[in-house]
């Protein structure tokens, strides 16, 4: 049996052989004739291929798995939950408790990480002082630390008054001045030393590497992840605060150089430093196509800067925008191989390590018009944590488009590459939009995942509530998701969006939603102003992201694929593709959770004539058209040889006013075509499959889905 990750086979095996009964059943389930006999016979072809073999004592228990569904699932309608496992004659699942893997000739467990319980440096209470620089020593196994305990600076972001962040395009054009100090302040923090806390260095790292606390004492942490809330409902609130401190640091640097300018001229430069705000990309925009802004890919740029007089000369300067470079080999070394040896970010480095940007920007061309519908529907969503989802379905295939193997693949040093910054800010710049036009939803609780600061143990739940660490607030406390709404909460941090103006301070939420909703419908509408109910169509991906260790993708290509999509994913007919960032190491495990994509296929079914066609012509040509890849560690993966991966093929009716300020809105629940499906590795056969999948150790989960449906039209 091959593998994309021979360990997570041998647990795939073990774990197959009770799987008969592993699903929820609704009430129009068949089970399979009987796989249990194949099961077994390849586990004992996988144990036999082991040298030498290791006996693996495997406990089961009958547990009763039925379960009462949650509020937010209460849309399913005709789902039994007394018969949810009724399976024939079984009325429960029998799943493994004890499972050895067979990594070494002697019983272990899968690899559980432990963090160490010192943490580098600690957090000083408000109200006292030191005077003493924290430093930092790394060894093979340990990390250690002075006794110096800095005090926190509090994220407040700017602190005049209001202006809108702006797509940077726009920014470079209409406004210089702010460009230019911008790029004068996002220079000044990459040269600082790795020790000031707001320094590129150090707010870069708080998503990831190099895995120390920032501004926080003692605590039990856990090394091997970073602060970052990723396949979470806190995904989009999290890296608010983020990207505020950030924009913090850029404002606070810029007014430090516009006050060495000569005083008959300083007014200008501070004028400008007070707009600076951080821009963003918008990477959705019909104007645009997602290609990569142009400043993003210049190695140098020119600017306005004060001499040792004070007088503005001009210079050319290493693009802040387009690399970070790391000040020393030092401030690499506490990384993991092979990012201890790489002093630039780099977007799909060559094998010398040189920058090829465009390709990158080729990359995210190609998956424009997808992208766009995607980013369309999520405002769609009826629930914020399902908005939250499909937000960053979309962010995650930027980053591995965007990236090509350099630094923005990687969770654990994406941050590191200026475009990060502007990627996520226009995430930021969605979610407020979303807190506009639909002022009645926000974060609801789910499912916790584990952070650097906040190691989390089986059913923990985050909320509004849960502390986005380690972000402290101007009274000393942290921040919460519920402190970032409403929208309006946006404009007392001092900025905006265009459509979500500062002007709009004084206005009522109905007219902010008016406004907004009218600026949605105006840039990923699709031109949608004839009233009436159309069909929209959409594969849903999805696998425990614990499976495969470090990085992988799964891509959708319709009409011809690529002649080699090994090499080129996003090349031809690339319609989407389910991301999972590694933190940095092939080896590294991620925490076991659903993680699933819906991608649109509107815009490939009006491509190839098929945007009218009857449906049961589409799912006809889907079938036979729709291919799947999976890449692995850059490596080739396949559906046979993964327990948790799963596609459906779904459908689902929309009704568009046609009216600007009105969103359209679902008027069906979805179909499942399994007939589109059925017989394929990896497509499902039965409606639970997709809606109550399957997790690595057997378990099932329900992931964020809406209106799941018990319907299947075949």
Not at 161 to 168: D, M, P, S, V
Not at 681 to 703: A, C, F, H, Q, S
């Amino acid at each position: 049996m091959v593998s994309c990750n021979w360990a997570t086979s041998a647990l795939l095996a073990l774990l197959s052989v009770s799987s008969a009964g592993v699903h929820a059943a609704p009430q129009n389930y068949k089970p399979n004739p009987d796989p249990v006999n194949e099961k077994r016979q390849k586990l004992q072809t996988l144990v036999s291929d082991l040298v030498p073999v290791t006996r693996v004592p495997v406990t089961f228990v009958t547990i009763n798995t039925a379960r009462t569904l949650e509020p937010t699932f209460t849309r399913v309608p005709t789902l039994n939950t007394n018969t949810l496992l009724t399976l024939g004659t079984l009325s429960a699942t029998r799943i493994p408790v004890t499972l050895q893997t067979l990594r070494t000739t002697t019983s272990s467990t899968l690899p559980v990480y432990t963090p160490p319980t010192t943490p580098p440096y600690g957090y000083t209470p408000p109200g006292t002082t030191t005077t003493s620089s924290s430093s930092r020593t790394t060894t093979s196994s340990s990390r250690t630390s002075s006794s110096a305990t800095p005090t926190y600076t509090p994220v407040t972001g700017a602190n005049n008054t209001c202006y809108n962040r702006l797509k940077i395009d726009v920014l470079q054009r209409t406004d210089p001045d702010q460009f230019n100090m911008l790029l004068l302040a996002w220079q000044k923090i990459q040269t600082s030393p790795d020790s000031d806390p707001f320094s590129h260095y150090q707010l870069s790292g708080i998503h990831g590497a190099p895995f120390i606390p920032w501004q926080m004492g003692p605590g039990s942490y856990d090394y091997s992840r970073g602060y970052c809330t990723h396949g979470s409902a806190l995904f989009t609130t999290w890296h608010r605060p983020y990207l505020l401190a950030l924009e913090q640091a850029l404002f606070h640097a810029a007014h430090a150089i516009a006050n060495q300018f000569a005083p008959a001229i300083r007014t200008q430069y501070l004028n400008a430093a007070g707009r600076v705000r951080l821009p963003y990309w918008d990477w959705s925009d019909p104007v645009t196509q997602s290609y990569l802004p142009p400043i993003t890919m210049q190695q140098t740029v020119t600017v306005t800067r004060p001499d040792g007089s004070g007088n503005p000369v001009s210079a050319s300067i290493s693009n802040p925008i387009f690399a970070y470079n790391f000040l020393s080999s030092s401030s690499i070394s506490v990384f993991g191989a092979p990012w201890n040896s790489r002093l630039s970010t780099r977007r799909y480095p060559d094998g010398s390590w040189n920058d090829r940007s465009n390709l990158a920007s080729s990359a995210m061309q190609s998956g424009f018009s997808t992208r766009v519908t995607n980013t369309y529907n999520a405002f769609l969503s009826t629930t914020y944590n399902v908005f939250s989802n499909r937000v960053e379905g979309v962010h995650d295939s930027i980053h591995g488009a965007v990236g090509g193997g350099g630094h923005m693949s990687y969770v654990a040093y994406s941050a590191f590459d200026p475009i990060f910054w502007l990627h996520h800010c226009n995430v930021d710049r969605l979610m407020a939009m979303f807190q506009a036009t639909s002022p009645g939803l926000f974060v609801t609780p789910a499912s916790a995942v584990g952070t650097f600061a906040r190691p989390v143990p089986p059913n923990t739940i985050d909320d509004a509530n849960t502390d986005l660490f380690p972000f402290r607030r101007a009274d000393g406390s942290w921040y919460k998701s519920s402190h970032l709404n409403p929208v309006s909460t946006i404009w007392g941090m001092r900025y905006g969006y265009p459509e979500v103006p500062c002007s709009y301070q004084t206005r009522t939420p109905a007219e902010l939603d008016t406004f907004t909703t009218n600026q949605v419908n105006t840039l990923y509408g699709n031109g949608r102003t004839i009233p009436g109910t159309s069909r929209e169509w959409n594969v849903r991906l999805l696998i425990d992201q614990a499976e495969i260790p470090g990085g992988y993708d799964i891509y959708v290509y319709g009409g011809t694929r690529p002649q080699d999509p090994y090499a080129d994913p996003y090349g031809k007919g690339y319609i989407g593709s389910l991301s999972s960032m590694s933190m940095g190491s092939v080896d590294q495990y991620k925490q076991s959770r659903i993680r699933f994509v819906d991608i649109s296929l509107n815009s490939y079914l009006k491509e190839y004539g098929y945007g009218q066609a009857d449906p049961y012509k589409i799912t006809d040509y889907i079938r036979r058209d729709l291919t799947y890849t999976i890449i692995a560690n850059g490596k080739p993966c396949y559906f046979q040889d993964l327990y948790t991966a799963r596609y459906a093929v779904y459908s689902r009716d929309v009704y568009d006013s046609g009216k600007s300020d009105v969103l359209p809105y679902y008027t069906s629940d979805p179909y499942y075509h399994t007939n589109v499906t059925e017989g394929y590795p990896g497509g499902i056969k039965y409606l639970d499959e997709i809606l109550y999948p399957v997790k690595v150790d057997g378990t099932r989960e329900v992931p964020w889905a809406e209106n799941n449906s018990t319907r299947i039209q075949t």
